[in-house]
């Protein structure tokens, strides 16, 4: 069965600033990967994701992700942050063939001005 | 449009009501699922449909009841609830189930609580 770990629970960070939300997994066949995105009171926004090729993405928002395959991580980056983007995100695992997405603890970015 | 629409968006009920949950798309998906997140915790799946019928139970108990009545619909029936079911209900629906990486999308969720 996969399992997903996000590293952080809570990321503090200044506006502006650049921020990077870690995410690693494991499973034991071939996965897809996701970051969703929820603000407070809020449902789950799909941010990005990742099924196969350029091993980088673009979601909405200014986001990014890079899979690392040899590193079995899919971390969450943006160059410069927004008070806006204070929120919870969750990064998920999708096994191929599969249909239950197993999410991660979760981490709170906390955008400070 | 990647639009899952639930309602009610809030819900309070006792320990004896009975009452339901529902949700709907029309993106012509045909997995649907239920999910449950506690106050601080990530989505837990509870109930997956695929195609009208039930293709996964995470051994919810009874007194959460799903139903597919249709492509597009899917209910939730709730019975002799506890307090500690007290919990955000996602409803989330994608394509034909994990045959191609599909995106699973979210409603907003409905919050409810068991008095």
């Known amino acids: 069965a996969q399992s997903v770990t996000q590293l952080d629970s809570q990321v503090p960070v200044f506006e502006e600033a650049p921020v990077e939300l870690r995410c690693n997994y494991s499973?034991?066949?071939?996965?897809?990967l996701f970051w969703y995105v929820q603000y407070p009171n809020q449902g789950l926004q799909l941010l990005l994701k990742?099924?196969?090729?350029?091993?980088l993405v673009k979601g909405i928002n200014g986001f990014e992700a890079e899979f690392n395959k040899s590193q079995t991580s899919f971390h969450l980056r943006k160059p410069s942050v927004h008070i806006s983007d204070t929120a919870e995100y969750f990064c998920?695992?999708?096994?191929?063939?599969?249909?239950?997405?197993?999410f991660g603890a979760g981490t709170i970015l906390r955008v400070k001005s | 449009d990647t639009e899952v629409t639930q309602t009610p968006k809030h819900l309070v009920m006792g320990m004896t009501n009975k009452k339901s949950l529902k949700c709907e798309q029309h993106?012509?998906?045909?997995?649907m699922y239920w999910y449950k997140q506690k106050a601080k915790k990530p989505p837990e799946l509870m109930f997956v449909?695929?195609?009208?019928?039930?293709?996964i139970n995470e051994s919810v108990p009874s007194r959460f009841s799903p139903e597919c009545p249709n492509s597009s619909l899917l209910n939730l029936h709730l019975h002799a609830l506890q307090p500690e079911d007290s919990a955000l209900y996602l409803c989330?629906?994608?394509?034909?189930?994990?045959?191609?990486?599909?995106?699973?999308?979210f409603g907003e969720g409905s919050w409810l609580t068991v008095v």
């Open positions: 499973s034991s066949v071939s996965v897809y």
């Open positions: 998920a695992v999708l096994e191929r063939y599969g249909n239950k997405l197993v």
């Open positions: 449909y695929s195609y009208e019928k039930l293709s």
């Open positions: 993106m012509g998906h045909r997995a």
């Open positions: 990742y099924l196969s090729g350029s091993t």
């Open positions: 989330a629906s994608s394509q034909e189930k994990g045959l191609s990486g599909n995106t699973i999308y």
